[in-house]
Structures are given as C-alpha cells and as structure tokens.
C-alpha cells in the first residue's frame, strides 16, 4: 500500500507535527472573557452596562477615600481643606473615633479595660468555636471569660464575678455528684446549691465592697459600639440554651410546661422587638419604684434574650421535627431516658440541622442591637443620630459616619457568616 | 375603654411613684449629683464634645441648679432623652429636672401634671429659603413646596399660617430633622421650616449657608424652658428662681469674671447684694446656702453669658438675641424682684 502512494504523493511526512497553540480566541483569558461577558448580543450589552455602573461607582468612592481629609476640627474646617475635590471629611472619625466605640460617657482612662475584654474574647472564643481541634481543658478559659470580662467592663470588687463564678461551679459539682440519680434531680439540686452560694456570697460581698476594686464604671456609661458587641454577644450565647429549652418544652407532652412554652413564643414573636425594648425602658419606670435602680442595660439584656429564644426555639422546633421518628424510638428502645435521649441522640442531630437557621437569628440579632438607639442609649447608631451629627461641629457629615458603622457590622457580621458555613461543612456526615 | 384603664393604672402608678419622692432637694443633696434629662444632642443646646462633656444653652440650666444646690457644677448626671422618653423619664422620678428644649403648653403643664419654671428661650417656627429663589418675606411663598417634619407642632402651625394668609402650599412630610435637611439641600423642596434656633443650628452645618436665608416671619410661639414635677413646689421655687438668678445677673451686670468680687462685700445696689447673699436670707427662704446664686453665676455665667457661649452671634450658630434680650432692651426677658 505504503509503495503505491509513493509514486503518487509527493511528501510524506515522517516525524509529528508540534502540536500549535490553541487559537488565541479560544485560549485563557480571551476565551474566559468571551465566553463569560460576550457570549452573546445581550450579554455583551449587559457586562457594559455592568462595567459602567462599576466604573460610575468607583470613579465617585476612590477619589472620595482619596482626596478625604483626616485634618480639621470641624465640618467647616474640612471644607475649606477639601476646597471642590470632592473628598470626605474623615476627620470626624479621627476626632469621635473613640466615642465611636466605646460612647461619649465611659472615662477616657478606662478605655483599655474594655479593649482588653475584647482581645481576651479572642482567647475566651476558639475553646468553644472549635472545640474539636482544641484540647477540651481549654474551655475553662470560655467558662471564666465572663465574669473577667463582667470585672473588666464594669468595675468593682472582684468578689461579685467571682462569688457568680464559684456558685456555678458549685452547682454543676453538685449536680455532677448525683447525676446519675436523674437528671432533673441533679439539675434542681445544682440550681439550689448555686443560690446558696450566691446568698451566701451576696452577704460576704456586701460586707467587702472594696476588696480588690477598680474603678466601677455604671451602666449608663456605656456606648458605642461596645455597647453593641456587649448586647450582642451576651444575648446570643443565653438566647442559644433558653431557645433549646423552649422548644423542647414546646414539644413536651406535659400540657402546662408546652402550654406556657406555646404562649411565650407566640406572644414575644407577635410583638415587635421595639415594643419590647420601650416596655423595659418606659413602662417598667412607672411599675418600679423610683429608687429602684433596676439596670437598664440588664432590662434590655432580659428584653432582646426572650426575643431571640423564642426565634431560635422556632428554628430548633424545625430541627426537632427534620429528625425521623425512629430516631426517637432508636433512643427510646436503648432504655435511654428523656435527658439522655435529648442530649446523645436527638440534640446533637437537630442542632446540626438549625445551624443555618440560628447563625441567622443570630447576625440579625446583632444587627437589632441596634434599636437600643430608640431609648435614648447610646450604641454606635445612638452615637452617630445622636451627640454626633446633632454636634455644632459635625452637623451634616452624614457619609463619613455611615459608612464606618456599616463597615464594623459588616466584619462582625460577615465573620459570624463564615464561621457557620464553615461548621457545617464540618460537621457534615452525609456523603453528598 | 381598654386603653383608658390602662392609662388610669399607669397614671395612678406614676402618680404613686411622685408621691413618694416630694422632697426632691433632699433626694439630691443625699445623693450628691442632679440627675438632669437632656436632649441627645441638639446643636448649641445640648450636645457633648469631644471629650464627652456636656456643652450647650440648656445643658448651663442644669449646671446653674446644681452649683446652686450642691455648690458644684460638675455634680450633675446627664441623662439624655429622646421626644418619646423624655416625660416618662421625668414623670417616673429618673430625672430631678428636663432642660431639653420643651415648648411650654396648657396640656404639658396641666394633663400631663408638670410644671415648667420659666422661660429659658422663646423660640419660634420660621422659614428657610435658598437665597437664590430671591424671596424676603413667607408672605410670597403660595404654591410652594414644604419640607416639615411629621408629627409635630410644625405641622399644624404650618396649616394655620397658610390657611390664615389665605395660601396653598405642597407639603413634603419627613420623619427627622437631618433627613429634612437633607431634602431640602437635594431641592425636593423649595421651603424648610421647623423652630427657627434649629434652622440656624442646621444651617451652619451647609456647604454654603450664605446661600440659605432664613425669613422673617415667626409663625407660632414656642417658649421653650425647664420643667420638673407637679407636687414639688420647693424644688419647683429652686429652679426658678436659679433661672431668674441668672436673668437678673445680667440685667445687674453681674458676670461670672466680677462675681466673686461683687459677693465679697457689700456693693452699692441692694438688689445684687441680696441676690448674692451678702444681704438679707434669700438662700435660706429655699433651704440653700445663701450663696447658691453666686455659685449658680460662677459656674455658667449669667444668662447673655450663656447664650453668646453657646448659641450666640459670635458661634457657628450665630442667633440673635431677638425676643431673649432683657426687658430694658426689647426683649422679654423680666426677672422678677429679688427680695
């Protein structure tokens, strides 16, 4: 065959030809670019559209940040300075940065002791976060982070967080004592030994106001966005157990324990958290009596956690009902009891469920400490509506302060997202 | 009928509550420091710096009581009110005295069971223009556009003074003050109206407030003053008269630089020597020191002290003294005698 074509072809071809490139149009970014921005008349019309809204943007927020001024001593100041460059007055924050965090009220001298609380949350946080990668003693250090960061905040004798800590201790040694006698025994027992420690303690500390005192700092003090970070944080990690202890009650089988759980949930879901937030700041003025110092951030405290429970024990109700029945009748034929059964069977599966649902209740209850403004306190919205822009010397300089506000929520909301995505896949046992 | 029973529990528990603190000097005194509501900031009026200390026209009434109480100045706790808190927070016995720009009205003083102590400001609803549009008097603004805030007195003002004038006009309602202004600078309105010491405290935060005039004309009154419980009248004598202190003081040319000198001996005109003690018992009459004025001008200064500090020609705000000058100059600022 090969003899034949020779006479007939007149070059044969004895080595491979190096392979050519790709064509150019069909090859790295070229055909990213025409395959994902022009694929098409539309599409093409679209990503212009698109580049010209970005650029627009762009062309007003860079030479904004740029051109911005942090020099000046008030809004007319900084005018002059930027003359028509169109730049922003960041001076303002220069100046009320640190009203901005921590309020106009707390002294100035004290500034480190909250700052110090929040670097320890670093410390206090990981334990609990990512307790499958960290030893479990590490979580003593979660435990304590409150009452250190309590004695941090507010100041004065160190006898209250610690006589709070050991009535705790006290109680879960208790009940750890006689767990195996039942549950809701031990847990009763626990609960009493804790309010004698506490009882007890309260006398001692009484007597010792001034043992191991720093400067007490009262609430009213309080500002900024600590005030947010403080709400926040404290009302999430207690709205977490009440929300799995009212849906769990929810589902009871004991009709005055679900029929308080239904009536709590659906009254404080019905209403809006700002009423909720008025009763305890207005209403609850008149019922009290006039020296009664009932702390206000305590009131709101109260307010903003039955708020998130019942939210969370909704989600978990969800959780609760995802689970297959045989699940329940799995733990119930191992002679498991009710505690047991909750807490290795059907908890752990439930919970991992409803994270979604509970990182969004979570970030959105953040978000509404927000609404603490509306009584007349002064988070980090309060700070800027308020004392600042109402100031003679930062009236108008609206974009500036915004757009800090929203940056700080958005890190702290943005992070609280990504740590839920990332415990999910975590905790993903199913081989999707 | 629901809401009227719940209001009846809710007034009969204030009321139970007032009953209980009628000796509000005494309150203080034991405790050391004033508890005084405030706003939560409004420009020249009330407002903290940037060191957090409280500066403004009504925040210097809170600081005159409490030197004239308590001999000090700074023993006063700030607590800031909001429009919607500020008379439940006084009501309920958590402020002693409101020094928050309050407008004096029949049912303030009577339904809602206050008693205002004076006058520290007349104010009044006026109108702010961009120069541009060439108007000088609210007489030529039919047809316009307005920008006014909902839900207040403004509101209603706004109608009486059109409809009375026999003119039309657009209303733009907006829920706060700094959204208005932001309204009306944007040119969704050709007018802004609200209280005229806000219109001056807004305009001097514009780009260019020489292009903005305000007019004229003041269409309402809005005597703005401190106010404290019903119930209480030498507590109620306290404040006002620490107010008329500081009226008289500079009707008697007494200021906070020459008062010392002044209240160290006897001076020529009685009415100063009693009003700062060195004659007659004027102090002991309340249950104070005989020095409480002296200590009430010392600190903040007498009352044009005051206003040029805070809201004055030579600030930022830049008010005149207009019906808050002295009797003896056209105003209507009249202490009554000191004796």
Known sequence: MSDTHAQSVAFVRRSEIPPAPPPARETGAVKWVRENLFSGAFNSIMTIVGLLIVFYLLSGLIPWILNGTWEGSDIRDCREILGNSGGGCFAVLAERWPQLLFGFQYPDYLRWRPTLAFVLLAVALPPALFAMYLPRWTLAATALYPFAAYWLIWGGTILAPVVAALGILAGYLVFKAIEKRGFVTALAAGAATAFIVWWIGGLIVGEFPRMLSIEPVPSRQMGGFMLNLILGVICVSLSIPLGIVLALGRQSRLPIVKGFCVVFIEFVRGVPLITLLFVANVVLAYFLPPDANFDLIIRVIIMITMFASAYIAEVIRGGLAALPKGQYEAADSLGLDYPQAMRLIILPQALKISIPGIVNVAVGLFKDTTLVSVISMFDLVGMIRGPILSSTDWVGVYWELWAFACLLFFVVCYGISQYSQWLERQLTTDHR | ?339
């Open chain 2, 1 to 339: 009928m629901k809401k009227s029973v719940f209001l009846g529990t809710v007034a009969a528990a204030g009321l139970a509550a007032v009953g209980a603190s009628a000796q509000t000097l005494s309150d203080v005194q034991e405790r050391g420091t004033l508890n005084c509501g405030v706003t939560t900031g409004v420009p020249g009026f009330a407002e903290p710096d940037a060191d957090g200390v409280w500066q403004g026209f009504d925040v210097a009434v809170c600081r005159a009581v409490a030197a004239a109480v308590l001999g000090d100045p700074t023993a006063v706790t700030f607590v800031p009110t909001t429009g919607k808190t500020r008379f439940t927070a006084l009501a309920s016995g958590e402020i002693d005295v409101l020094a928050r720009n309050t407008t004096w009205t029949f049912s303030r003083d009577t339904d809602l069971k206050f008693d205002f102590t004076g006058i520290n400001y007349y104010d009044g609803q006026g109108f702010m223009v961009p120069a541009s549009l060439g108007v000088s008097s609210a007489t030529e603004l039919d047809g316009a556009t307005i920008c006014i805030q909902t839900g207040t007195t403004t509101e209603l003002n706004l109608a009486d003074y059109f409809r009375v004038n026999n003119m039309s006009y657009e209303p733009v309602p907006i829920e706060t003050g700094s959204e208005s202004v932001q309204q009306y600078l944007a040119g969704a309105c050709d007018v802004y109206t609200t209280d005229r010491s806000a219109l001056a405290a807004q305009r001097a935060g514009f780009a260019n407030p020489d292009d903005h005039v305000i007019l004229p004309e003041t269409i309402s009154k809005e005597p703005l003053g401190p106010l404290v419980r019903h119930g209480d009248s030498e507590w109620f004598d306290i404040v006002k008269w620490t107010l008329n202190a500081l009226i008289a003081a500079e009707e008697y040319g007494v200021t906070s630089e020459n008062v010392e000198e002044m209240a160290s001996a006897p001076t020529d005109n009685p009415e100063i020597n009693r009003l700062l003690g060195t004659e007659g018992e004027l102090g002991s009459m309340m249950g104070l020191e005989n020095s409480w004025a002296k200590n009430a001008i010392a600190a903040v200064g007498n009352y044009g002290e005051v206003f040029d500090e805070n809201i004055g020609d030579d600030t930022a705000i830049g008010l005149a003294r207009g019906l808050n000058a002295q009797y003896t100059e056209g105003g209507l600022l009249y202490a009554p005698p000191f004796r």
